[in-house]
């Protein structure tokens, strides 16, 4: 009897976990359901990334004329001027010798001996990228080295995407902090940021409207580009995705409720007031409405929970609509948006 009690127990017990697991499956395919496409017919280029860093530093300083244009078909996103100009061989020249751009180059090679394994992830983002967006292009890819352009790491000329390796060569790098540069810019700079900021750039070229002024629209904006990272990047962490440390996201999903709370009660979701949305949008080590654990940029994680939701709920809506065609306030009003957690004191 006491066996039968016992098997009886242990069965329901069994039951009782598959029955949690089964509601722990359903509630992590609502948020990625429409995510989880498979892309092995999707055919595209595999990209290589043109290291335009190892041509330019490879030339030897005292005949750069001749080698500049020998490269220069390879490289026109960079070379795509007069080398017969005296001028532009000389600032090149200066550019090379440059001792802190030497100092940049020689770290970028040992940081990224090898581009193959960001050249397969950003493979991966671009064929889903034509799974959803078919008729849209893919850019040529090349890496360089910037001179620190810190605040323009990825960037866009005609059809190409640039890449600055140095922005990526870790948190650890001194020549950071004595140029000083944020502290909370320089935690990520660090290699897994790199295909994150490139596929974050193609957002920008591909879909990047002018928003509305107020704290709503600031809001949805950015949350359209997580969102977008979201769809591109599945397997990216949440926290690359939006530059937060662990214990940042962690403690946004904790105060959900306290966020939207405090911007309900103070009249903040339509304010058009500069100040207003630079302490919610603008970079920095925290947001100052809250406490220091709390991130920078919170407006930009309360809208990616919206648009996430809506994309949740609304599943008629194209990827392509969200980024073009549906605006803010109605996004807001169809996505059901509840915060997470009790407002606490």
Known sequence: MLIAIAKQTEMKAYQLSIFLFTLL??????EGSRLDIDT????????????????????APDSMQPQ??????????????????????????DFVIDPLNQQLYRRSQEVFPDLTPYE?????????FRYFFPDGTLPDIFSYV???????????????????????????METYRKMRLPLYAIRTMTPEYLVRDGIAELYLYHFALRPGTTFLDQAIDKGR??????????ATPDSIKIGFTQSQLQ??????????????????????????????????????????????RIGEWLGWQIVRSFM???????????????????????????PRGKVTP
Request: overall charge negative; proline content about 5%; some cysteine.
């Open 251 to 296: 403690w946004c999903r904790q105060n959900e409720a306290n966020i939207w709370s405090f911007i309900i009660q103070n009249d903040l979701l339509y304010s058009s007031d500069t100040q207003v949305l630079r302490k919610f949008f603008a970079d920095g080590p925290f947001t100052s409405d809250f406490s220091t654990a709390s991130p920078p």
């Open 225 to 234: 580009r997580l969102w977008f990272l979201d769809a591109l990047l599945p």
């Open 120 to 128: 397969r992830d950003f493979t991966e983002a671009f064929k889903r």
């Open 146 to 172: 910037s001179g620190l352009l810190y605040e323009n790491p990825v960037q866009f000329f005609n059809e190409d995407m640039i890449v600055a390796l140095d922005m990526y060569l870790g948190a650890d």
């Open 25 to 30: 499956l359903s509630a992590c395919s609502g």
């Open 40 to 59: 092995r017919d999707t055919e595209i280029a595999p990209v290589r990334i043109m290291r335009y860093e190892q041509a330019l530093f490879g030339i």
């Open 68 to 93: 500049l244009k020998a490269i220069a078909p390879q490289f026109p996103v960079f070379l795509d001027a007069d080398l017969d100009d005296t001028l532009n061989i000389m600032r090149l020249h």
């Open 312 to 338: 949740d709920r609304n599943e008629n809506v194209s990827p392509e609509e969200l980024f073009t065609s549906i605006q803010a306030q109605e996004i807001l009003n169809r996505s059901g948006y509840k």
